[in-house]
């Protein structure tokens, strides 16, 4: 998963504000990894948040554009935040091409049991627009995000699962920083740089990461 933004606020000063400077950063990646199989483009973070994040679906097109030119074989998204309308997956599909779709669903203790419908509804809706394309649930729910939900191990099973059974083509085992604390940590995948991700994880991650290994190793 290799993801650009084109930044918010609060998260360090955005470089890639204009097209041209996006147009740059998917030229860079594309033609370094090139060679390299084991990997995807997420054009632009949350690109319908209306912050300096968000990117137009013309845009988005003409990225997608650029790096299907360098590498024809890479697979490109652009993911979305919460849940995708049925307008917006048309213009997924039909204006920018992507090749699968990365929803980052609602990030609340009723989202577990949504998964599975929500997965079939996707697959139905791009059934009735000719492309059944994959969902990818690149960032799901993920502990320290919010003082009102904090996911238990429990959760990330249901959820994983479910994801499965509706479907999905993928799910990410999402992780990043403790926004509850002063310092951010731990910072888990947002920074390796003092400790690997495992040695950050707390214990419900790791009991979640067992369990799924177990369900998957028994189906």
């Known amino acids: 998963d290799v993801t650009l933004s084109r930044g918010k606020d609060g998260a360090g000063s955005p470089q890639l504000q204009t097209l041209e400077a996006h147009r740059q950063a998917v030229e860079t990646l594309v033609t370094a990894l090139r060679p390299h199989r084991n990997w995807y483009l997420d054009l632009a973070n949350e690109r319908n948040i209306r912050d300096k994040r968000f990117i137009s679906f013309d845009d988005l097109k003409d990225l997608r554009a650029l790096a299907k030119k360098l590498a024809p074989e890479v697979l490109v998204t652009a993911s979305h935040s919460p849940d995708i309308s049925p307008q917006e997956l048309r213009e997924y599909v039909e204006t920018v091409g992507v090749d699968f779709i990365s929803p980052h669903r609602a990030r609340n203790a009723s989202s577990p049991a949504e998964t599975a419908a929500k997965t079939k509804e996707y697959l139905e809706k791009l059934g009735q627009l000719g492309r059944v394309l994959p969902v990818h649930y690149q960032e799901p729910f993920r502990r320290g995000y919010s003082r009102d939900w904090n996911p238990a191990a429990a959760d990330f099973v249901r959820d994983a699962l479910a994801a499965r059974h509706g479907g999905a083509g993928g799910w990410c085992f999402h992780n990043g920083d403790n926004r509850i604390a002063a ?13 690997p991700l495992f040695e950050q994880l707390d214990s419900e991650e790791l009991k979640a990461i067992e369990t799924l290994k177990g369900q998957f190793r028994a189906n």
């Open 183 to 195: 310092d951010g940590k731990p910072r888990r995948s947002f920074d390796l740089r003092e400790k």
